[in-house]
């Protein structure tokens, strides 16, 4: 049994909303958008080598990413022919990109807008269109599985008295030779951040080493 890990993709998403607390809590963000892209620069490819981990441990295979993918005598062939470019800057001036794991590249973000929403990943390819996509990669790839892991650090207030809650989320998608999704995995870490007493890195570093910590026991879920 051989997957292929590719694409782990980490980006910001901001609180939607017109109301006082969405707009105090898009501030707070901004005023400290550079040591958050800094964190989710320096952590990806640490998330990506933690769930090339968790699947080995959860189902015992064998994956193929990182250095190894990237030797394929037709890897860079294959990122020409799939990779969607372009498709990673947002509309976002403070968190205007979505991190991708070192020498990877997109082949299923279609857009982003404002950012990749946690789950979703964006598709707009249709079903039958991203089925044929995952089978080919499949089968240039010469792998049975394709893993898609995505992680998105978000915040929002609920009122403007509270604290601000701050959240990482994790989605992994696995889909087999033939495009089906068969199996998924997910988990959020999650504190109240008291901006002013609180160090905004050390907090946000601190819900990523967190999932780093219990990462290679997370809980893959067949959805068939």
Same mark, same amino acid.
């Given at each position: 049994?051989?997957?292929?890990?590719?694409?782990?993709?980490?980006?910001?998403? /901001? /609180?939607?909303?017109?109301?006082?607390?969405?707009?105090?809590?898009?501030?707070?963000?901004?005023?400290?958008?550079?040591?958050?892209?800094?964190?989710?620069?320096?952590?990806?490819?640490?998330?990506?080598?933690?769930?090339?981990?968790?699947?080995?441990?959860?189902?015992?295979?064998?994956?193929?990413?990182?250095?190894?993918?990237?030797?394929?005598?037709?890897? /860079? *062939?294959?990122?020409?022919?799939?990779?969607?470019?372009?498709?990673?800057?947002? *509309?976002?001036?403070?968190?205007?990109?979505?991190?991708?794991?070192? *020498?990877?590249?997109?082949?299923?973000?279609?857009?982003?807008?404002?950012?990749? /929403?946690?789950?979703?990943?964006?598709?707009?390819?249709?079903?039958?269109?991203?089925? *044929?996509?995952?089978?080919?990669?499949?089968?240039?790839?010469?792998?049975?599985?394709?893993?898609?892991?995505?992680?998105?650090?978000?915040?929002?207030?609920?009122?403007?008295?509270?604290?601000?809650?701050?959240?990482?989320?994790?989605?992994?998608?696995?889909?087999?030779?033939?495009?089906?999704?068969?199996?998924?995995?997910?988990?959020?870490?999650?504190?109240?951040?008291?901006?002013?007493?609180?160090?905004?890195?050390?907090?946000?570093?601190?819900?990523?080493?967190?999932?780093?910590?219990?990462?290679?026991?997370?809980?893959?879920?067949?959805?068939?």
């Amino acid at each position: 049994m051989k997957f292929a890990l590719l694409s782990t993709t980490v980006n910001f998403v /901001q /609180q939607t909303g017109i109301n006082g607390p969405a707009g105090v809590s898009r501030g707070q963000f901004r005023k400290r958008a550079d040591e958050i892209n800094t964190i989710m620069a320096g952590y990806v490819d640490s998330l990506h080598n933690a769930i090339a981990l968790n699947l080995k441990n959860q189902l015992g295979c064998k994956v193929l990413y990182g250095k190894e993918l990237h030797d394929l005598p037709n890897y /860079q *062939e294959l990122r020409k022919k799939y990779e969607l470019t372009d498709r990673l800057h947002k *509309e976002d001036s403070e968190f205007p990109e979505v991190f991708i794991s070192s *020498e990877d590249f997109n082949f299923i973000i279609e857009q982003t807008k404002s950012g990749v /929403q946690f789950g979703g990943m964006a598709f707009n390819s249709t079903p039958k269109v991203l089925k *044929e996509k995952i089978t080919n990669l499949c089968r240039d790839l010469n792998v049975k599985y394709i893993a898609v892991p995505q992680f998105v650090l978000t915040g929002f207030k609920t009122d403007i008295v509270s604290p601000t809650n701050t959240y990482f989320r994790y989605n992994l998608i696995i889909y087999n030779q033939n495009g089906d999704r068969i199996a998924t995995s997910g988990d959020v870490e999650k504190t109240d951040m008291l901006f002013g007493k609180n160090d905004l890195t050390g907090s946000f570093s601190d819900l990523v080493k967190a999932y780093l910590d219990k990462s290679k026991s997370i809980e893959i879920k067949s959805v068939l």
